[in-house]
């Protein structure tokens, strides 16, 4: 049974910074294009990040968190993270880990519960 596990979502300040982790069981990360979505109150799920199974190449979706957020993963753990820095109120939304064939949303195959953030003062 596949099973991806969110953790680490929380309230923090605007400025602050979270780290989200994805553990995996069931299917072994490193063979899938893993990524973060989040969905805010209202929105559609949206794509974070993504790391391909090609390459490794990392993929940013949004200008808005270039150079605050970094994807990562650990083979080992076989654990995916987001590292969030400067959070924003913007940010605040459900963030979902995922595996699949690409980084679409429509690619993914497994997907995890989520988590909240919640960035407020």
């Known amino acids: 049974q596949v099973q991806l596990v969110e953790s680490g979502g929380g309230l923090v300040q605007p400025g602050g910074s979270l780290r989200l982790s994805c553990e995996a069981s069931g299917i072994t990360l490193d063979y899938y294009t893993i990524g973060w979505f989040r969905q805010a109150p209202g929105k559609e799920r949206e794509l974070v990040s993504c790391?391909?199974?090609?390459?490794?190449?990392?993929?940013y979706a949004a200008d808005s968190v270039k150079g605050r957020f970094i994807i990562s993963r650990d083979v080992v753990k076989n654990t995916m993270y987001l590292q969030m820095n400067s959070l924003k109120p913007e940010d605040t939304a459900v963030y979902y880990c995922a595996g699949g064939s690409g980084c679409a949303r429509g690619w993914m195959e497994y997907w995890g519960k989520g988590t909240l953030v919640t960035v407020s003062s």
């Open positions: 790391i391909s199974s090609d390459d490794g190449s990392t993929y």
